[in-house]
């Protein structure tokens, strides 16, 4: 994988990242009474969440001053 796949991969993920987020907000605001729904859009948000670290890491590696 190239770094330019990686960054739009990346880039993807910040954004489904962003959707999962929108998604819980609503359906945790409009009362949703199906827990185990949002307890599986909050696990697959995490996932999320550690990819793009992994990511980030990768592209963004650290530097020793």
Known sequence: MTEDEMRKRLEA???EHRDLDA???AL??????????VAR??????????QIALLE????PDIIA
């Not at 945790?28 to 729904?37: E, K, M, R, W, Y």
């Not at 859009?41 to 550690?50: A, E, T, Y």
């Not at 890491?57 to 963004?60: A, P, Q």
């Open 57 to 60: 890491d990768y592209l963004i």
């Open 41 to 50: 859009l909050k696990k697959r948000k995490l996932r999320l969440k550690d």
């Open 13 to 15: 993920l910040r954004i």
């Open 23 to 25: 998604a819980i907000d």
């Open 28 to 37: 945790t605001g409009a009362g949703a009474t199906d827990q185990l729904q």
